[in-house]
């Protein structure tokens, strides 16, 4: 049963997001610290999650939020099991939120990728309200649990389902994100792109991993409007993906576009290896909606600036790695979810 009404809940998280958008000293070191475990969570990565999520958590969008759904206070609260993903920082926090605003309690299997920072998060948490502490707890295996959210690949989705498929459950498999541009964006418009193309190298799957252009698209302008990522190139990791891609294509002597830190290679598919970029080219809007819609079920969100009628997020450009609280994964309610079982 919960022990929380709409307004406490409210004013909790918001000053847990006053606090994320403000790091103490010692969430300071953690941030800096957590390249030590995970060569991919650089400060600046880690640091951009950690705000995204504190500007997430302010009390005119948990309102709006909370104002779609009916939570029963008096409901017994159920035990879900929560399996987070380790792809980038901070990316199962969305699920730990709706478990707990829900009432529910949360058994949570966190990534060995990414356990110190939620579980650092989590204690502020129950700092600022002490009850939550009762509401979570993290597991080394999943047992006695009512319900279930897991996210993970296309091959362990398959063992998700046999596992847990007798209980009420949200199972997410890959998804990446896609880009439809028109050849009339500005610099800017691209530029701010590159955000969505590069930020946390690339590996999150609201990522754009491919880009859909009219045919004849001159990627000039392209190149010549991300020329400020470049420093990318200075992470060992994303440079020896760059540097194994590009040789692969060169001894293949497939036709691909090189930036120097980027590599842009025509291709159907939206997954695209690390340091590359996909593209597909369309002959009109219609046609390339079309295709957008055949493969909705593999697209987490869309990057354009042109209204497209589509059964994914559209978003504008640098904006596919700072989701709302209403912007569900894999376009699954969590909330509606987890308010039924």
């Known amino acids: 049963m919960s022990k929380f009404n709409k307004t406490t809940l409210i004013n909790g998280f918001s000053e847990l997001g006053i606090q994320l958008s403000n790091p103490n000293q010692q969430l300071s070191e953690i941030i800096n610290d957590e390249r030590q475990y995970n060569a991919w969570f650089t400060p600046e990565s880690v640091f951009k999650a950690v705000k995204s999520i504190g500007e997430m958590l302010n009390p005119q969008s948990l309102t709006t939020w909370l104002a779609n759904y009916n939570i029963d206070q ?202 590359v970029l996909f593209y597909e080219n369309y002959d009109n809007l219609e046609s390339a909606q079309r295709k957008l819609e055949e493969q909705s079920d593999n697209i987490q969100c869309i990057v354009s600036g042109v209204p497209l009628q589509v059964s994914n997020q559209v978003v504008d450009f640098g904006m596919s790695q700072q989701p709302a609280l209403w912007d569900y994964a894999d376009g699954i309610d969590t909330m509606e979810f987890l308010s039924k079982i």
């Open 74 to 275: 008096n409901k017994n609260s159920k035990k879900v099991g929560l399996i987070l993903a380790g792809n980038i920082p901070l990316v199962g926090f969305h699920d730990v939120l709706c478990v707990l605003i829900t009432g529910n309690v949360a058994l949570i299997k966190a990534s060995s990728q990414d356990a110190r920072l939620i579980k650092y998060i989590l204690q502020m948490l129950t700092d600022i309200e002490s009850s939550f502490k009762d509401q979570y707890c993290f597991v080394e295996r999943l047992e006695n649990f009512e319900a279930i959210i897991a996210t993970g690949s296309n091959n362990t989705s398959r063992y998700f389902e046999y596992y847990f498929g007798k209980v009420p459950h949200i199972i997410r498999k890959n998804r990446n994100s896609i880009s439809l541009l028109t050849g009339d964006e500005t610099k800017r418009q691209l530029f701010e792109l590159g955000h969505d193309i590069f930020d946390y190298y690339g590996l999150g799957c609201r990522n754009v991993s491919k880009l859909m252009v009219p045919k004849g698209y001159n990627f000039n302008f392209f190149f010549e409007s991300i020329e400020a990522y470049q420093p990318i190139i200075n992470h060992h990791k994303y440079n020896n993906n760059y540097d194994y891609n590009k040789s692969i294509y060169l001894v293949n002597s497939d036709k691909h576009f090189d930036n120097g830190f980027l590599l842009l290679k025509e291709d159907n598919r939206l997954a695209s290896p690390l340091a």
